[in-house]
């Protein structure tokens, strides 16, 4: 009997060893980013679109970066007191969602008719639980109501004023639909309905990016987190104002689910952003998750296979962020530049603008 047991715990001993050393070698697969096992990491996005050096002035770009690096705080507070990747996503979106330099919440893009129409969604990985909505005008978090539209009603994605009613039912804080506007913004919309016009004029696409401004710095702020916890699960966000000068009705790729946003345990948690039109045809999320799961790829060449290849061969600017339970990140981008950073241990977190930075640890 004596000799069972002992039989017994040494097997279970070296299937222990034998996953943990698995796991360890996943945590490192083909990916620089996470130090040895991470218990909890976290990665965010600010939008990518044009962004270069020579656009940006030096006060700029560290406004930008102390909020991302505010961002990046709000969501690892929860994570280390060992709260859960859905309430770290929330928090890190809400910090962009307050701030005007994102296209989401205030400061948020216009649509052809001047106003701010906003689409959240948000997703955990354990339960595959998501929630979204799309067109609000009045609710000062939209990623609060997408929590809200998950896990108080029975629904996954509710819109306009059907979706605004729920907020006020839930209590959410709603606001004048004034709140949203910031006067940059808002010359934005301008600039790019003058330039409809010229192209109407017949001027060449290639000509117009030259002379405006508004191309030169074009930029999708579109804002966006996904993180693990200490359980590892994984959870998803994402939050915008959705395009400059969209026409009614104008729902973009973040509350697509699967496309903008997604997360599943057993693969990875995505975030994107970029030309939305393009990410739902692409499924964005969804894909790369799925290259992982059926193709056994690592998140990296999942991640990298989605963005810079078959988004690439269909014109589609932009980029995701992306985690999985390993703590794995990868945050590849075709366009210029994106807004993006990630944290894995308290007060270190990287944030990045532009291409050529260094992303290891
Ligand atoms: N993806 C968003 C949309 O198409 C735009 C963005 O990323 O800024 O609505």
């Known amino acids: 009997m004596k000799k069972i047991t002992h039989f017994f715990l040494i097997s279970l001993l070296f299937l222990l060893v034998i996953s943990c050393a698995e796991n360890s070698a996943k945590s490192a697969e083909n990916n620089d980013l996470p130090p040895e096992n991470p218990k909890i990491g976290l990665a965010i996005h600010g939008g990518a679109g044009t962004i270069k050096r020579e656009n940006m002035t030096p006060e700029r770009e560290k406004a930008y970066r102390e909020k991302l690096q505010e961002s990046l705080e709000a969501g690892y507070a929860v994570l280390e007191k060992g709260g859960s990747s859905t309430d770290a996503v929330i928090a890190a979106v809400k910090v962009m969602e307050d701030s005007p330099f994102f296209n989401a919440g205030h400061g948020a893009v216009f649509t052809n008719e001047g106003k701010n129409e906003l689409?959240?969604?948000?997703?955990?990985?354990?339960?595959?639980n998501a929630g979204a909505v799309a067109s609000i005008t009045n609710?000062?978090?939209?990623i609060t109501l997408a929590h809200a539209v998950m896990n108080?009603?029975?629904?996954?994605?509710?819109?306009?004023?059907g979706a605004e009613k729920f907020?006020?039912?839930?209590?959410?804080?709603?606001v004048d639909p004034a709140y949203f506007r910031d006067e940059q913004r808002y010359e934005q919309l301008l600039k790019i309905i003058d330039t409809e016009k010229q192209q109407l004029d017949h001027s060449s696409q290639l000509e117009l990016e030259?002379?405006?401004?508004?191309?030169?710095?074009?930029k999708f702020g579109t804002v966006g987190a996904v993180a693990v916890d200490m359980e590892g699960?994984?959870?998803?966000?994402t939050s915008t104002g959705g395009m400059t000068n969209k026409r009614y009705g104008r729902v973009g790729d973040v509350p697509i689910i699967g496309a903008g946003t997604?997360?599943?345990n057993a693969t990875c948690a995505v975030s994107a952003?970029?030309?939305?039109?393009?990410?739902?045809r692409t499924v964005v999320g969804h894909e790369i998750a799925a290259q992982m799961k059926y193709l056994d790829k690592s998140l990296k060449d999942a991640a990298d296979d989605v963005v810079m290849k078959q988004l690439v061969e269909i014109e589609g600017e932009g980029g995701i962020i992306a985690i999985d339970k390993y703590g794995n990140i990868a945050m590849p981008f075709n366009s210029e530049g994106m807004y993006r950073g990630y944290m894995y241990e308290k007060g270190k977190g990287k944030t990045f603008i532009y291409k050529d930075e260094d992303e290891k640890l």
């Open 139 to 142: 609710v000062k978090n939209p």
């Open 167 to 174: 907020a006020m039912e839930q209590n959410l804080e709603i």
């Open 119 to 128: 689409d959240a969604a948000i997703m955990e990985g354990a339960s595959k």
């Open 233 to 237: 699960n994984v959870a998803a966000a």
């Open 152 to 161: 108080n009603s029975p629904h996954v994605f509710m819109v306009g004023g």
């Open 262 to 264: 997604y997360a599943d």
């Open 273 to 280: 952003t970029g030309h939305g039109e393009y990410f739902i």
């Open 210 to 218: 030259l002379q405006d401004p508004y191309f030169k710095d074009r």
